[in-house]
C-alpha cells in the first residue's frame, strides 16, 4: 500500500510538472547568475567568522547548492547608530550586489539598527533575515517589507501559554501586560488563538480580568486590589525585567505570590532578581547564541535560491542605492520562496508564517527554586507525527521526491517536579472557590413555578424562595416568588455542599442561544449567547438551576453537572375527539348507502301503487262493487305504507290488497329490518366504543416528515430541541416548515394545543408528559427520542462542579431524585383521574345527539309551513269558487230569461190561436176547455206559465220539466214545503181564461 501511495504521488508530480508555464519548462540554469553574494550585518568578530566559515561549507553541500553555482560572503560590522548603519548598507553590501542581508543586533543598541537595515534593504527588495530581533515591530509588513527571522517574536509566547494552561486544565486566567506594541500583541494572540485553536476543545481559557500598566512602574498596588477581587489566581504577565520586578515586590506584599497563586510569565521577566519560588516562565531554545541561527539563516536562503533557478530566471541584484533598482522583481519573488521553506536546522525545525515569523520554535518550561534558581520542568518542542512527500523539480526530465516529516508542537511538562507557590507539590486549583453563589432559573413547569409578590407580601411562602427578575433595560427590578423540582433540588443541594445563594429569573426569560456575529480583526465567525446560557458565559451568574438540557452546543462553552433528570424529545397533541357535528347520526351509514335507502323507499312506493292497481283484486276492482270497501290505494298511501314499514311506526290505512303487493309489502318489512338493526348497532358502536389516543406515531411520522398544510408541528426558538433539529440532517425538511411557527415560550405553545391551533409540539419529555397528566385531554405520542438529559450549568472551569456532581450522584442513590419526581412531575392522583376517565363508558349527549333534535325542529317547522301554505292555498281555491259559482249563477239566470223569453212567445201564439178557436166555435168555457184539449193535444206536453211572476213561472217551469223529458218511472222533485204535488195524471192547464185575458204585462 505504501508503494501504491508513493506512486500516486509521483503520478501527482508529473502532472505538475505537465501543467509548468511553457517558458519555466524551457528555462535553464544557464541563464541565471553562477556567484550570489551574502551580506551579513553581524555584531561581533566571532560571528562574521562563523559566517564566512558557513558560506564556505555550504558551497560543498551538493544538496543546497546546484552545479555550477557559488556563494560569498560579504560582512560588515553592526554600528551603534543606525544612521552610519544605513550607509554601510549602501556602500558595502548593496554595491557587492548582495541578493540577500543576514543581520543580527547589537546588545546596547538594541533594534534600531537592525530595523535601520531592514528599511534600506526593503527599499531596493532585498530581503533581510534576522537571527535575533524579536520586537512585535518586525511583524509588520507595510514597514518591514521583506524581513524574516529564525527567531520568533515575543508574543508568540501566548501559544505556549495556552498549551500550559490546557495542560494544567486552567480556564480562568488574569493577563497583565505592559501598553507597548509588544504587551499588545501578545495580548491580541491570546485571545485570537484562544478563539479559533480551541474551538472545539472542552476547556477553553477564558480572561477574567486583563490588567495593562505603563512601562517603567514605580508601584502596582492600585492593580493588585481589582485581581484580588476577581476569582481567577492564574496570571499570565508580560513585562520587562525592570517592570516585573515592582510586580512582584507589590504582590509579594498583599500575599498574592505564595499558596493558590499561579504566576505563568514571559522570558523578560523570569530575569528579574526577586521573582517569587513556585513562578513558571518560558525561555526561548538557542536563544542567547547567533552561530545556529545564522547557519540556519544561511542554509534557508540557500534552499530557496535553488528552488528559484530550478523555476525561473533571477536577475542581478541591485549595484548602487541608485533609483534605477528600486523595482527588483527577483528580490521580491526570493522573499516569497523564503516564507515557504521548511527545514531541520541547528535551531530545530525552521519554517515561517505569512509575516515572516520563525515558527516551530522550541521553548523551555522554568520553574523558580529557592534562590533564583532555574529548573526546567517541560518543553515544548516540534515533534514529528506523519509522513509528507515534497516534490522538486531540478529539470523537466529529472524529478524525485524527498520525504520529510511534518508534525506539530508539543506540550510535555512533568507535573512531578514542579514546585507551586507556598513550596507547595499539589497542583493549585488556580481560582478562589467563593461560597455565595448568584443562581439564576426560569419559569418552565414543573421544575419551577413562578408567583408574582402582591403589593402587600413581604415574604415568600415557606416552600417558596424569592427570584426577583432584573430588567437590564430600564434596571428595574421585579419582585417574584418560585417554588418546584429545581427550586426543591437547590435548597438542598446548598445544604450538601455548603454554599449560598441569591436566586434570580433569567433577565430575558429564555434558555439561551447562539448568534453567529463577526469578530473584530477576526475571519471566524464568533458564537454570542444570549438567555442564561450569555449571563454564565459573561461570568454574570455562577450557576444555572434550571430544566437546562446537556447538548454539545451549550456544553462548548459551559460546565455541566451529571444529570439530574433523563429525559427525551416527544410530541404533544391533542387527543382526536368524537365527531360532534350536527349530521353526526348520520355517520354509521355512508352517504351513498343513505342516498340507496331513500331512493329504494320511494322505488318500492310506485311498485306497490302499480301492483294494488292493476291487479285483479286490488282496490281498484272492487270498490265499484263493494259499497262497504275502504277508499283505494292511492300514490300517496303506498309512500307512506313505506315509510312506515321502514320507521317501524304504525299503519293505519293505505295497505295493500293484492297478493303481489302484499308479497313485495313483506320483503320490504323484512328489508326495513335489516336495515334498522344495522344502523341501530352501527351507532352503538360509533358513539361508545373508545376513540384513539393520538394521531400521530412518532417523529418518524410521514405526515410529519413531509408537513402538509394542515399539519402544523413547532417547538421554541433557541432551545436545545432547537439545536437538535438543525444537526439532525435527516429532519433538515421538517425542520424548515418548523422553524417559521416557532414560539417564544412552551407556554404559549402548549396553550395553543389545547386550544387547537397547533397539532403537534415538540419539547422536552419531562414537560409535556407532565402536561399530559394534568390535561386528560391531551397526549404524548411516540417514542422518545433525542435523548439526553437536565443537568445544572455552570462556568467553564468551576470550583464547584465536581462538588456538584458528586451530590447529584448522591441524590440519585438515596431516592431524593425519585421523590421529587413523584412529588411534582408524576403528579399521581391527576394520572389516576385520567385513567378513570379513560375507562368511564362514553355517555350520549346533547353533543351527540343534536342533529336528531334538529331534525326534528326541522320537521316541525316543515309542518308548519306547510299548512300555512296549505291554507293559502285553500283561501285561493275558495275565491276561485266563489268566482265560479258567481258565473254559474249569471250563466243561469240569463238560460232562464231566454226561456222565458220562449216561453211567453208560444203563450202569446197559443192564445192567439186560442182566441181565433173562441171566436169561431162560440162555445162555453167548460165545452170549450175540453175540446181545447182533443184539438190541441201537442201543448198538453209543455208547461206554460200560470201566472205572469217570474218566481211562479220558474217553479212552474221546474215542476213541468221532467214531464217534458218523457222520463218513465221518475216522480217529479218537490215543488217545496207547503206545496202539494199533483197527481201523476193530472197536468195544470198551460192558460186559462183568468190569466189569458191580460198578458201584455208579460211582453218585453
Known amino acids: ?297 544561511v542554509y534557508v536562503l540557500a534552499s530557496a535560491i535553488k528552488e528559484m533557478i530550478s523555476n525561473e530566471t533571477i536577475a542581478e541584484a541591485p549595484k548602487d542605492c541608485g533609483d534605477s533598482a528600486v523595482n527588483w522583481e527577483s528580490g521580491k519573488r526570493l522573499f516569497q520562496y523564503l516564507k515557504t521553506r521548511n527545514i531541520t536546522g541547528e535551531t530545530g525545525q525552521v519554517a515561517f508564517d505569512d509575516n515572516g515569523d520563525r515558527i516551530y520554535a522550541g521553548y523551555d518550561v522554568i520553574n523558580i527554586r529557592e534562590r533564583q534558581e532555574q529548573h526546567v520542568v517541560g518543553k515544548f518542542s516540534y515533534d514529528s507525527v506523519s509522513l509528507q512527500v515534497v516534490y522538486a523539480v531540478h529539470q523537466p526530465q529529472d524529478l524525485f521526491s524527498l520525504v520529510q516529516l511534518k508534525g506539530k508542537m508539543r506540550m510535555r511538562i512533568n507535573d512531578s517536579e514542579i514546585i507551586w507557590g507556598g513550596k507547595q507539590k499539589r497542583k493549585p486549583e488556580g481560582i478562589m472557590i467563593p461560597t455565595h453563589l448568584k443562581v439564576l432559573t426560569i419559569e418552565e413547569k414543573p421544575f419551577v413555578y413562578v408567583r408574582r409578590m402582591g403589593d402587600d407580601e413581604f415574604r415568600c411562602e415557606p416552600d417558596e424562595r424569592p427570584c426577583p427578575l432584573f430588567n437590564a433595560s430600564d434596571a428595574s427590578t421585579n419582585e417574584f416568588c418560585c417554588r418546584g423540582y429545581c427550586i426543591d433540588l437547590l435548597i438542598e443541594l446548598s445544604k450538601r455542599i455548603n454554599f449560598t445563594y441569591d436566586l434570580a429569573l433569567s433577565p430575558d426569560g429564555q434558555f439561551g442561544h447562539y448568534i453567529l456575529r463577526n469578530s473584530t480583526g477576526a475571519l471566524a465567525l464568533r458564537k454570542e ?58 355517520q354509521p351509514f355512508s352517504n351513498t348507502l343513505w342516498i340507496l335507502v331513500m331512493v329504494s323507499v320511494h322505488v318500492v312506493a310506485l311498485v306497490l301503487y302499480l301492483l294494488d292497481r292493476f291487479s285483479p283484486f286490488g282496490r281498484f276492482k272492487l270498490s265499484h262493487s263493494d259499497s262497504n270497501e275502504e277508499k283505494a290505494l292511492n300514490l300517496s298511501s303506498a309512500v307512506w305504507f313505506a315509510w312506515g314499514v321502514l320507521l317501524n311506526s304504525g299503519i293505519g290505512e293505505g295497505t295493500p290488497r293484492s297478493f303481489s303487493a302484499r308479497v313485495l309489502g313483506m320483503v320490504w318489512a323484512g328489508f326495513a329490518m335489516i336495515i334498522v338493526a344495522s344502523y341501530t348497532a352501527n351507532l352503538a358502536a360509533f358513539l361508545v366504543l373508545e376513540r384513539p389516543k393520538t394521531k400521530l406515531s412518532g417523529i418518524n411520522d410521514a405526515r410529519l416528515r413531509n408537513t402538509m398544510e394542515n399539519l402544523t408541528c413547532a417547538t421554541v426558538k433557541g432551545s436545545s430541541v432547537d439545536m437538535y433539529f438543525r444537526r439532525q440532517v435527516e429532519l433538515s425538511n421538517m425542520y424548515r416548515t418548523m422553524e417559521a411557527n416557532n414560539y417564544v415560550t412552551a407556554e404559549q405553545a402548549i396553550q395553543d394545543v389545547k386550544k387547537g391551533k397547533l397539532m403537534a409540539f415538540i419539547w422536552d419529555s419531562s414537560r409535556l408528559e407532565y402536561e399530559a397528566s394534568k390535561d386528560c385531554e391531551l397526549v404524548t405520542a411516540g417514542e422518545l427520542f433525542g435523548r439526553s438529559g437536565y443537568g445544572i450549568g455552570l462556568q467553564k472551569g468551576s470550583p464547584w462542579t465536581d462538588a456538584v456532581t458528586l451530590a447529584i450522584l448522591e441524590f440519585h442513590e438515596s431516592g431524593f431524585m425519585e421523590k421529587l419526581d413523584k412529588q411534582w412531575i408524576f403528579h399521581g392522583h391527576v394520572q389516576q383521574n385520567c385513567e378513570l376517565f379513560e375507562k368511564t363508558p362514553n355517555t350520549l349527549g346533547l353533543k351527540n345527539m343534536a342533529g336528531v333534535f334538529i331534525l326534528v325542529g326541522v320537521g316541525i317547522a316543515g309542518g308548519v309551513g306547510l299548512i300555512i301554505i296549505e291554507v293559502i292555498y285553500k283561501k285561493h281555491q275558495v275565491k276561485k269558487q266563489k268566482r265560479l259559482d258567481i258565473a254559474r249563477h249569471a250563466a243561469d239566470k240569463w238560460r232562464g230569461t231566454i226561456e222565458k223569453r220562449k216561453t211567453i212567445r208560444a203563450s202569446l201564439a197559443m192564445q192567439r190561436q186560442y182566441n181565433v178557436g173562441l171566436m169561431a166555435s162560440h162555445a162555453p168555457g167548460t165545452i170549450s176547455l175540453a175540446v181545447d184539449k182533443r184539438r190541441y193535444p201537442r201543448l198538453g206536453q209543455r208547461l206554460g206559465p200560470e201566472r205572469a211572476w217570474p218566481g211562479d213561472a220558474a217553479d212552474v217551469l221546474r215542476i213541468r220539466r221532467p214531464y217534458e223529458l218523457g222520463k218513465g218511472g221518475l216522480a217529479p222533485p218537490p215543488l217545496g214545503l207547503g206545496k202539494t204535488r199533483p197527481q201523476q195524471n193530472q197536468l195544470p192547464p198551460r192558460y186559462s181564461p183568468g190569466y189569458t185575458s191580460d198578458v201584455s204585462h208579460l211582453v218585453v
Open 529 to 586: 449567547w444570549t438567555g442564561l446560557i450569555g449571563e454564565l458565559v459573561n461570568e454574570r451568574a455562577d450557576m444555572i438551576v434550571a430544566p437546562l438540557t446537556i447538548n454539545p452546543e451549550r456544553a462548548e462553552y459551559i460546565e455541566f453537572s451529571k444529570p439530574f433528570k433523563y429525559q427525551g424529545i416527544t410530541i404533544l397533541e391533542k387527543k382526536p375527539s368524537r365527531s360532534s357535528t350536527l349530521v353526526s347520526f348520520l
Open 1 to 297: 500500500m505504501a508503494a501504491a501511495f508513493v506512486y500516486r504521488l509521483l503520478l501527482s508530480a508529473a502532472s505538475i510538472v505537465n501543467v509548468l508555464p511553457i517558458g519555466a519548462q524551457r528555462h535553464t540554469a544557464s541563464d541565471n547568475p553562477s556567484t550570489y553574494n551574502i551580506g551579513g550585518v553581524l555584531s561581533n568578530s566571532d560571528s562574521e567568522a562563523h559566517f564566512r566559515t558557513t558560506i564556505a561549507h555550504l558551497n560543498f553541500d551538493q544538496q543546497y547548492v546546484p552545479r555550477k553555482v557559488t556563494y560569498y560572503d560579504k560582512t560588515i560590522r553592526m554600528d551603534k547608530n543606525p544612521i552610519k548603519t544605513v550607509f554601510n548598507v549602501c556602500d558595502k553590501l548593496i554595491e557587492k550586489r548582495v541578493y540577500a542581508v543576514v543581520v543580527s543586533h547589537e546588545q546596547t543598541s538594541g533594534d534600531l539598527s537592525p530595523a535601520a537595515v531592514s528599511y534600506t534593504s526593503g527599499f531596493y527588495s532585498i530581503p533581510v533575515i534576522g537571527i535575533s530581533s524579536r520586537d512585535a515591530a518586525f511583524s509588520d509588513k507595510n514597514i518591514h517589507v521583506s524581513f524574516l527571522r529564525t527567531v520568533p517574536p515575543y508574543y508568540h509566547q501566548a501559544d505556549v501559554w495556552l498549551e500550559m494552561l490546557s495542560h494544567f486544565l486552567y480556564t480562568k486566567v488574569i493577563i497583565i501586560h505592559s501598553s507597548d506594541t509588544d504587551g499588545r500583541a501578545i495580548l491580541g494572540r491570546f485571545q485570537t488563538t484562544s478563539q479559533t485553536y480551541y474551538d472545539d476543545v472542552d476547556v477553553r481559557a477564558t480572561v477574567e480580568l486583563i490588567v495593562e500598566f505603563e512601562p517603567k512602574l514605580e508601584s502596582f498596588t492600585e492593580h493588585l486590589i481589582d485581581m484580588k477581587t476577581a476569582q481567577s489566581r492564574v496570571y499570565l504577565m508580560y513585562a520587562s525585567t525592570e517592570d516585573a520586578q515592582v510586580i512582584f515586590r507589590d504582590a509579594g506584599e498583599y500575599n498574592m505570590t505564595g499558596e493558590g497563586h499561579v504566576w505563568i510569565v514571559t522570558e523578560q521577566a523570569l530575569h528579574a532578581n526577586n521573582t517569587p519560588d513556585g513562578v513558571l516562565g518560558l525561555q526561548l531554545e538557542h536563544a542567547h547564541g547567533d552561530k545556529g541561527h545564522i547557519r540556519d539563516s
